[in-house]
């Protein structure tokens, strides 16, 4: 079959690396090399580079607060156009946008529509930024939903929430859950990926991957670190990766006085993240109890390393810490458990071995790209309606 996937995308700061692009790519990567042709189209700003598996269709966008995002709209279907005539796509593969063009421009050309929801925008948006546009979002998903062939909800939260809100039949509502590329993200010996990174070979090493928003809650990990230290002094926290809250966290770690044990690396490339998260004794995901439903592909990340995690226990990952046996679960915005938790595993090695492992062979059991590819090419030619 082939497979367009539209990836929409304004924010000047976005890259690459990130979960969402990252998904996209590694998503048409496997479905080329399980035989079909998938091309991906992705905004120019985020100077992704076409490779042999994953060929790129880089669209324009305008810069601007305004002309970016409705470029970005615009060009995310007009490029697909232009290249009807040496390919039509048999299936249009889109994540949730307010847009509901790549909708209209597969239906158009007669290509299954299959929609990604990895997200509630409407209830992330309503109260912040006024009715008018949590009406265009709620309506623009409902479009979206009756436009899709299939819509794929990245938790069962997602999936209720797209047939109770939008009144999806439960048939056309399928629930594929985020994934990694275990080939990537494999486990290492913690003191060589220490060495390779320059980082000291004494001490606890906690890691924390993500794009630094307030709804990371690494402000909450920063609190615990405090605690954390008081009982294991060698603990240092890294912090990978870039975002509007650093500034704010950095200068929270300086009034706690913990600033000197917190590396904040900044975005790495994406071959460094597993030395990372390996060099760690353990990892983090202390998202606050506003998180909303998510699949994050740091929790596979840091599964998939071999390593244990210490993570908000919120609604949307329940399924995914009782399953894979490798998470401490932790209320939100509670400093003081988290730092009970990360200090528990820190002083019990055998645990954290016998979780790592465990993490391990939760992905294993279907929780790669591999997998994931081949289940979204099913849906498509299942032509599930």
Not at 98 to 110: E, H, M, N, V
Not at 228 to 244: A, D, H, M, N
Not at 345 to 360: E, F
């Amino acid at each position: 079959m082939n497979f367009y996937l539209l990836f929409y995308a304004h924010e000047a700061g976005m890259k690459a690396e990130l979960g969402g692009v990252r998904k996209v790519l590694e998503l048409a990567r496997h479905l080329n090399q399980n035989g079909h042709h998938a091309l991906v189209f992705a905004p120019d700003f985020l100077r992704i580079s076409s490779e042999p598996d994953v060929p790129i269709r880089s669209y324009r966008t305008l810069k601007g607060r305004w002309l970016r995002p409705l470029s970005a709209y615009i060009m995310m279907v007009a490029a697909p156009l232009r290249t009807l005539r040496t390919l039509c796509p048999d299936a249009v593969y889109a994540r949730t946008n307010r847009s509901i063009l790549p909708g209209l421009f597969a239906r158009l050309i007669g290509a299954r529509f299959l929609l990604e929801v990895n997200g509630d925008a409407y209830a992330e948006q309503r109260g912040r930024q006024g009715w008018l546009r949590s009406a265009t979002i709620l309506t623009a998903e409902w479009l979206n939903c009756r436009l899709a062939h299939v819509v794929i909800a990245i938790t069962t939260g997602l999936k209720q929430m797209v047939e109770q809100r939008y009144g999806v039949n439960a048939e056309k509502v399928r629930l594929i859950p985020s994934g990694t590329d275990p080939e990537h993200f494999a486990p290492r010996d913690p003191m060589e990926s220490r060495r390779r990174l320059g980082l000291s070979e004494e001490g606890f090493l906690v890691t924390f991957v993500g794009v630094l928003y307030e709804h990371q809650g690494v402000s909450t990990a920063i609190r615990a670190l405090a605690e954390v230290r008081s009982r294991c002094p060698s603990t240092r926290l890294l912090v990978i990766g870039g975002g509007p809250d650093r500034a704010r966290l950095e200068a929270q770690a300086e009034s706690l006085g913990v600033r000197s044990a917190i590396d904040f690396v900044g975005a790495v490339p994406y071959e460094r993240v597993p030395d990372y998260i390996n060099a760690a004794d353990c990892c983090v995901a202390p998202f606050v109890a506003s998180r909303g439903e998510t699949s994050p592909l740091k929790l596979f990340d840091y599964l998939a390393c071999g390593r244990p995690v210490v993570a908000s226990e919120i609604p949307s990952i329940h399924g995914l810490i009782k399953e894979s046996g490798a998470i401490v679960p932790v209320p939100p915005d509670a400093p003081s458990l988290l730092a009970e938790a990360m200090v528990g595993l820190l002083k019990d090695p055998t645990r954290r071995g016998q979780m790592g492992a465990a993490g391990r062979r939760f992905i294993e059991a279907g929780h790669g790209w591999s997998q994931i590819a081949l289940a979204v090419a099913n849906l498509a030619q299942a032509g599930v309606v």
